[in-house]
């Protein structure tokens, strides 16, 4: 069967240069921080720099993973119990788990059915005397509307936490993703566009104050030296991984422009085919390709069809956030959204197909043609 995320063809691939690095590394004697976290966070803020304006000052903070990088990030932003937040409906939990953990309330905003991007007209309904930020989640890998939601955040003193967890490598008119948000964040899960071999994250941001803060609170609230001024977490990245991700790194633009071409090839596929819909790219953006999404009118139809084809998909996201257990009787669940949000309608017809720069996108067609 094909693999969803080919890593092991993308191993092989790099395969001397992540020999040659993982040697060096475990030879170093130097497993946690050292010169590979310190160069791979240059590279990043390099990176972000070189793909559009706005990242010249970026600085990049590695962490241990996505996860934990939202969380720091709303600590570093000074939530406290009470504060609300505004998520969208339709993502990962992360986002909506971290305000809940540091005692804030989710307020979960609906998105749009065709780019299935937070809806800035949703985001502005829910502001309240509370409300004290956005985390904006570019999805499956291409900016929300940045302009937009900049807008509402300066008319009600709003910070914008921007997840791109899915998008490192993204664009919009020409600004690099990772330098929207007051802070950002990506993750480097393994099946992530820049993953590493375990977990990892990142936190971006053009302040110099914030960044400080940062770095304090993802180590045990220090500078260093045994002397903790605030309360922090323990959260690193490991030199293993950070080497890796600078071998990644090297090759990432060449696999996004892979992953594009995939997408198109599928988007292609997919004009003729009726009741099946790609998510839309907005005007603007360039994508990572984290996800190739489909909207599908009669998704257990399709799914027959993709196990006939030995095509296999994942399914982002079942449920609306809002409707999960963890948040039931918590204020603030069930405010924004009903069962007839667009975000429910994407939960019941959102199916996701193999995309990777390491996946044989015209084997897989042919072999859906032949069972359509
Ligand atoms: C993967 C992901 C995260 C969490 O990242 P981890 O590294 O798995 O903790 C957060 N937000 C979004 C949108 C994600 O896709």
Redesign the pocket.
């Known amino acids: 069967m094909i693999p969803f995320v080919n890593l092991v063809a993308q191993r092989n691939t790099y395969r001397k240069e992540f020999e040659e690095i993982e040697k060096n590394v475990l030879e170093s004697g130097r497993f946690i921080g050292g010169s590979q976290v310190a160069n791979l966070e240059k590279e990043l803020s390099e990176y972000i720099g070189a793909h559009g304006k706005q990242g010249k000052n970026v600085q990049t903070i590695a962490c241990g993973?996505?996860?934990?990088a939202?969380t720091i990030a709303l600590m570093a932003l000074g939530l406290s119990a009470g504060d609300e937040v505004i998520v969208p409906d339709f993502?990962?939990i992360?986002?909506a788990e971290c305000v809940a953990f540091l005692g804030g309330t989710p307020r979960f905003a609906d998105i749009d059915i065709q780019t299935l991007q937070i809806s800035p007209v949703s985001v502005e309904k829910l502001i309240t005397p509370k409300t004290k930020g956005i985390i904006a989640?570019n999805?499956f890998g291409q900016c929300v509307p940045f302009a937009e939601l900049r807008k509402i955040a300066e008319k009600h003193n709003l910070w914008i936490i921007e997840?791109s967890?899915?998008a490192f490598g993204a664009t919009q008119n020409g600004r690099a993703a990772c330098t929207f948000g007051d802070i950002a964040i990506t993750?480097?899960?393994p099946t992530?566009p820049l993953g590493c071999y375990g977990?990892g994250?990142a936190l971006f941001t053009c302040s110099e104050t914030l960044a400080e803060k940062i770095r304090m609170i993802a180590n045990h609230g220090s500078k260093g030296h045994y002397k903790h001024e605030i309360i922090g977490v323990n959260s690193r990245l490991d030199a293993l991984q950070a080497a890796i991700l600078r071998v990644k790194l090297r090759h990432l633009d060449e696999e996004l422009k892979v992953r594009q071409q995939n997408a198109a090839k599928y988007d292609d596929f997919f004009k003729n085919w009726e009741g099946v819909v790609p998510q839309k790219t907005a005007e603007g953006n360039t994508s990572t390709v984290a996800q190739y999404t489909l909207l599908v009118q009669d998704r257990d139809a399709f799914i027959a069809k993709l196990n006939a084809a030995q095509v296999p998909f994942c399914i982002h996201y079942p449920a609306t956030l809002q409707s999960q257990e963890c948040f039931k009787g918590r204020p603030g669940a069930s405010s924004a959204t009903s069962e007839n949000s667009n975000a429910a309608l994407a939960t019941r017809q959102a199916i996701s197909l193999p995309v990777c720069a390491f996946t044989d996108v015209d084997e897989i067609i042919k072999s859906l043609a032949a069972v359509k």
Do not use: N
Not at 65 to 68: I, K, R
């Open positions: 993973s996505g996860t934990d939202l993502t990962f992360a986002p989640v999805l997840d967890a899915q993750s480097f899960y992530k977990d994250g």
